[in-house]
């Protein structure tokens, strides 16, 4: 099979006068791999690793979603140094590309939960 992943992205943004649009997009991928990680990961402002399973080969594409009352970042932890790619205010989702499985997550403050799926390339 082929294009087993869907990935659907659009943007809208109005406030007074300045207006944002971008067309929806749509945009079909293969799923090479039949593994996924799901889980929900309670935070606080310690990095921790994302629990992921061992047997995810290539991961491909990720879901976020902030399910707290707190910003939580999203990133990898490399030599005892944070570096966050994504800044998830409360509620909010991300869907994007991601090239390993070394990813770590950490509330700005207090405690925090986060959703995710990953699945392989």
Same mark, same amino acid.
């Given at each position: 099979?082929?294009?087993?992943?869907?990935?659907? #992205?659009? @943007?809208?943004? @109005?406030? /007074?006068?300045?207006?944002?649009?971008?067309?929806?997009?749509?945009?079909?991928?293969? !799923?090479? &791999?039949?593994?996924?990680?799901?889980?929900?990961?309670? $935070?606080?402002?310690?990095?921790? *690793?994302?629990?992921?399973?061992?047997? !995810? *080969?290539?991961? /491909?594409?990720?879901?976020?979603?902030?399910?707290?009352? #707190? %910003?939580?970042? #999203? &990133?990898?932890?490399?030599?005892? %140094?944070?570096? /966050?790619? $994504?800044? @998830?205010?409360?509620?909010?989702? =991300?869907? =994007?590309? #991601?090239?390993?499985?070394? $990813?770590?997550?950490?509330?700005?403050? *207090?405690? *925090?939960? $986060?959703?995710?799926?990953?699945?392989?390339?």
């Amino acid at each position: 099979m082929a294009d087993e992943i869907q990935v659907t #992205v659009g @943007l809208n943004v @109005l406030k /007074g006068e300045f207006r944002f649009n971008t067309n929806q997009i749509v945009k079909n991928y293969d !799923l090479t &791999g039949a593994h996924k990680t799901a889980s929900t990961q309670d $935070l606080t402002t310690t990095p921790e *690793g994302l629990e992921i399973a061992a047997d !995810l *080969g290539t991961p /491909g594409w990720a879901y976020f979603a902030n399910t707290s009352s #707190v %910003t939580i970042q #999203v &990133g990898s932890t490399i030599s005892s %140094t944070n570096y /966050g790619f $994504l800044s @998830l205010e409360p509620g909010e989702i =991300c869907v =994007c590309p #991601v090239s390993n499985s070394n $990813l770590a997550a950490w509330t700005d403050s *207090g405690t *925090g939960s $986060l959703d995710f799926v990953i699945v392989e390339r």
